[in-house]
Nanobody, 115 residues
């Protein structure tokens, strides 16, 4: 098990940008970003593996960019052209074997986009 700590959340106007970071206490082969808004289901935003291309939810494709710095055990999410619908608690998660089992989760960082 690894510890995950997200940072970078905040409040922005529609069309603005934010960059999220996730610091991990150890390396995992696959990592991803999830989000959950009040009253809604948790949604996978993006995932990336050490030798895999990133995969994005349709709702964020071409606006968000996920990246992983393997040597630093860090995960990033660059968000641009933010919309009010992007408002949610964003969570970092890790999958040790890239088999879809997201075993480790951070506590989340809040993103709020005002209209």
């Amino acid at each position: 098990q690894v510890q995950l700590v997200e940072s970078g959340g905040g409040s922005v106007q529609s069309g603005g940008s934010l960059s999220l970071s996730c610091a991990a206490s150890g390396y995992r082969a696959c990592m991803g970003w999830f989000r959950q808004a009040p009253g809604e289901e948790r949604e996978e935003v993006a995932r990336i593996g050490q030798n895999n291309k990133p995969v994005y939810a349709d709702s964020v494709k071409d606006r968000f960019t996920i990246s992983m710095a393997k040597a630093k055990n860090a995960l990033y999410l660059q968000m641009t052209s933010l919309k009010p619908d992007d408002s949610a608690m964003y969570y970092c998660a890790a999958d040790r074997y890239c088999n879809g089992n997201w075993n480790d989760w951070g506590q989340g960082t809040q993103v709020t986009v005002s209209a």
